[in-house]
């Protein structure tokens, strides 16, 4: 695959995670405002969470195993090796429970009567934690893609 391949892959990754982020702000808003009628939006809001959450998933997976190898050979010998010390080992580690509770929305939002307050408020809280997880996960991306920056900048050419 092209360099280019290799940075729209990784910006497709990053597209379907910030996608899933803002479908679950939007699912927030409707369940803080449930009546009969917000239903099915809420229903189909935490589905498309989930899917955009498992896109994100798959593609970063692939990208993990075939193209990180390298980058975190660069950011390890640069200035900010931090970057996949820190950032990159818990995000290899948080990542697994912003899947489980993007996967739960769905779960959560066709399997219980949302006009109870305690199913609504496991609902909410769920997709709390994917919005404030999914944050804390893309903005470790992005030092991790600066650590890589930075890394190429400490390079000397042949």
């Known amino acids: 695959m092209s360099p280019f391949g290799i940075q729209i892959s990784i910006m497709v990754h990053v597209l379907f995670g910030v996608l899933g982020i803002i479908l679950a702000v939007a699912l927030l808003v409707y369940?803080?405002?449930?009546s009969e009628k917000n239903i099915p939006r809420i229903k189909s809001l935490s589905l498309w969470t989930a899917l955009?959450?498992?896109?994100?998933?798959?593609?970063?997976g692939w990208w993990y195993v075939v193209h990180y190898p390298a980058e975190r050979a660069i950011i390890r010998a640069g200035q900010w090796s931090w970057a996949h010390t820190f950032f990159m080992e818990w995000k290899e580690h948080v990542f697994f429970a912003l899947l489980f509770l993007s996967i739960l929305l769905p779960v959560i939002a066709y399997r219980n009567d949302l006009l109870v307050p305690e199913n609504r408020k496991f609902l909410f809280i769920v997709t709390l934690l994917v919005v404030l997880i999914g944050l804390a996960v893309d903005g470790s991306g992005a030092i991790i893609s600066r650590g890589v920056i930075v890394g190429y900048m400490g390079r000397v050419a042949p």
């Open 31 to 34: 369940v803080l405002n449930v």
């Open 52 to 60: 955009s959450m498992i896109l994100s998933y798959v593609i970063g």
